[in-house]
């Protein structure tokens, strides 16, 4: 597991929300795969990205449906799916079934959860 900063920590181990089009990865469009900031595990694919306009990395699904752990999350009021690395339990964000085709789906991602591999 790699060291993260107070920030990362507060997102990934304590469910944080980054502020939106405050992170890196927002306006990110480099060709590689994005990584879980803890444990480097690869969730998504450059090709997967998609600019969605709600201040996150937005991605409509995942390099394999067995990295990403979906939890339903009833807090603040409202029923999200909650997304989590399955390796490691990191936070990422939050899936929404509002995304482009071919799926549907809007995982939208904070970068402080987030590393990035360039191709």
């Not at 990205?49 to 995942?62: A, D, L, T, W, Y």
């Amino acid at each position: 597991m790699k060291k993260l900063t107070p920030e990362q920590e507060a997102v990934c181990w304590g469910q944080g929300t980054e502020a939106p089009f405050s992170g890196i990865y927002n306006d990110h469009y480099k060709v590689g795969i994005y990584t879980c900031v803890a444990c480097k595990s690869p969730l998504y694919s450059s090709k997967s990205k998609f600019k969605s306009g709600c201040g996150r990395p937005s991605f409509f699904e995942p390099l394999s449906e067995d990295i990403i752990l979906e939890i339903e999350d009833t807090s603040l009021g409202m029923r999200r799916v909650e997304i989590k690395c399955k390796n490691c339990s990191s936070h990422l964000g939050h899936s929404f079934p509002d995304g482009p085709p071919p799926t549907g789906i809007r995982h939208c991602v904070n970068s402080l959860s987030l590393d990035f591999i360039e191709d």
